[in-house]
């Protein structure tokens, strides 16, 4: 009887095992044979009713059953979890010779760059940089640089006003008016900014970048400018790059000067780009008016100085002989990413 039993539970669970497919099924079935009410852990408990010369033989088949049951359980919970393995691997394929897609690096704008090499240049001079406000008070947008009330400069045509005393500073010169109210000689400055001017074409933006230096101490004179923007445009545009001062107004330098740089393009015989005269316009400078001293405080009988304002954008569109200034602004990345 007991043996008939042993063999009927052998089948049962060997078949459930077979048939199982997940596994909690496994679990469950450990449960129900092994488990501490299972079917096997009460054959083992029976036992002790067997009569004695029996117990060795049913005994070994009792055992026989529980070492079956345990190994074919053990069989399938390896196979399934292989199983499970592969499937997960062949979901999670990954085909590492794929090409991927390739992810753009950003970079600086052109003018940005720009900037920096310009400045970095100064620096090197000896320059410190100072910033100051976009939104100006005419007083040092124009007053205290020499710029009276009559000025053709100060229509309004020429400036966005935000009320009769404050506009969008039209040039990075009232640093300069700032910085020597703020501080005593010796002065050696540059500031960069943004300037606003209603103007809107080819070569002009409503919106471009100055660069605006100013040297401040005892004994400044016209050739400390002279050799200082020397230097600056051998290394910014080249070596063989040649300065040339002419005579200009500005209410706020005396005397002024106008920058012309040697043409690079054709070494100065003449060219398209400087429209023949070998010479490009770079920037406006000068000796800073004793007026201007007096009027941002410093004794214009002890000190003299010179300043200097140039256009990031017009210098930009110099050394990379670019047509439209409008092409820095548009914003187009493939233009802009000749430059990295
Ligand atoms: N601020 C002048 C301009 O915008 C340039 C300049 C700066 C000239 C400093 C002389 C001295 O045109």
New binding site residues.
Partial sequence: MLKEKIELITAQGLEAIEKASVSSELNDIRVKYLGKAGEITALLKSLKDVPPQEKPAIGKLVNDVRVKIESALQAKMQAMAIAERKAIEEKERLDVTLSTKEEEQGALHPLTLVKNDMLNIFIGLGFSVADGPEIEYTKYNFENLNIPQDHPARDFGDSFYISPEILLR????CV?ARVMEETKPPIRIVCPGK?YRPDDDATHSPMFQ?I???VVDEHITLADLKGTLEEFAKKFFSKETKVRFRPSY?P??EP?VEVDLSCAMCGGKGCRLCKGTGWIEL????VVNPAVLDMCGIDSKKYSGY???V?VERATMIKYSIPDMRLLFDNDVRYSKQFK
């Fill in positions: 039209t040039q990075t010169s300069q300037v100055q605006e230096g100013l500005f706020f330098t002024s920037l406006g400078a000068g300043a200097f304002g256009g």
